[in-house]
């Protein structure tokens, strides 16, 4: 029998209610004719800072002084990247964020005429007693996996991931398709024009998502799920989240600077360096954890169905660019079309 087991995601930049700052600055990011951008990314690069708009483009962002020498980079499908000295975000909390519309042009692929098969790639189960838990959708935490087994180009038609929740009523996912960076091999660039969201009230769900774009692709390539919140879903997270404060974990995070914190099952913050190397844990007392276990249990949820082991499934931002392999293989699959000559 396969054992059960839950992976929770508590790292710094995924988790907004748990290592939280109590100063924090509102906005809006707004296109040039006034409208909120809905989902756009904000934070900073090659940091673990970051967080996603609601639905009407404003969003609030902590203030935190280790940055005020850093950048912030506004970002978001269809429009063009937007940097903003932090410190001067800071000083002069500017009430909007305008971004201009960009064209968006895909690298052509040349493909013969020819007829199309299609098939099925990835991990194409429907369920899995395992799942990979995110405890946010603010910090716009991506769920990837890479398809590298690319020979001849393909038509990327739809992809699929399994998903489950809890303690929540209704969810939403929006799917990205990335390029791989050739230095590093992580996800770089969006391939798709715009945004892909797809909702579910069911615990756990298969969802598809069919890509309008007609995407020949002949290099490996990420697909990426975010789980995104309104702002009417983030309030009744956070009113949950407020009857359990946790202001001893950012006690334990101040005493560890420049360390990536996590949390375990058995309720150990867990500290990794730059290279995600287990460096130090800090265990905490019997009534920390019963803070932390009421906290779970009420808890807004997202699981993302993971087989027990694998090695190309990432998670992380694409905005602060901070990516870390996950040692299972998400439930993602993609449906393609291959050419068969004539």
């Not at 063009?80 to 000295?85: D, Y």
């Not at 290279?275 to 276990?293: D, P």
Request: aromatic fraction near 10%.
């Amino acid at each position: 029998m396969t054992k059960k087991f839950n992976l929770l995601v508590c790292i710094a930049f995924i988790t907004t209610f748990v290592f939280g700052q109590d100063v924090s600055i509102s906005s809006k990011v707004v296109d040039e004719e006034g409208l909120g951008v809905a989902y756009a990314t904000i934070g900073i690069i090659k940091h673990n800072y970051g967080i996603v708009t609601f639905e009407d483009g404003s969003f609030s962002l902590d203030v935190r002084d280790k940055y005020m020498e850093e950048i912030l980079v506004i970002s978001a499908l269809g429009y063009e990247k937007k940097e903003i000295a932090y410190q001067e975000f800071v000083n002069e909390k500017p009430i909007e964020i305008v971004l201009k519309e960009s064209p968006f042009l895909l690298e052509e692929v040349t493909v013969a005429p020819s007829e199309i098969k299609l098939s099925r790639i990835g991990v194409n189960k429907k369920k899995s007693s395992n799942n990979y838990s995110v405890s946010s959708p603010l910090r716009g935490v991506t769920i990837a996996r890479l398809f590298d087994d690319i020979k001849e180009p393909i038509l990327l038609k739809e992809v699929s991931v399994v998903v489950g929740k809890e303690n929540i009523n209704f969810f939403q996912l929006r799917c990205r398709i990335f390029s791989v960076n050739k230095q590093n091999g992580m996800p770089d660039k969006d391939i798709l024009s715009k945004s892909v969201i797809l909702g579910s009230v069911k615990n756990t769900e298969t969802l598809t998502f069919s890509l309008e774009e007609d995407l020949w692709l002949d290099e490996p390539f990420f697909v990426g799920f975010e789980w995104i919140s309104t702002k009417k879903q983030f309030e009744e997270m956070q009113n949950i989240l407020d009857a359990y404060p946790t202001k001893f974990l950012n006690k334990i995070v101040a005493e560890n600077p420049g360390l990536t914190p996590s949390i375990n099952e058995n309720k150990r913050v867990r500290f990794h360096n730059s290279s995600n190397k287990l460096v130090k844990e800090v265990k905490l007392t019997k009534a920390q954890t019963k803070i932390l276990n009421e906290r779970n249990e009420r808890s807004p949820i997202l699981n993302f169905k993971i087989l027990s082991k694998g090695n190309n499934t990432y998670y992380g931002s694409p905005i602060t660019r901070n990516w870390a392999l996950i040692p299972h293989e998400a439930l993602i699959s993609a449906l393609i079309g291959e050419r068969v000559p004539k």
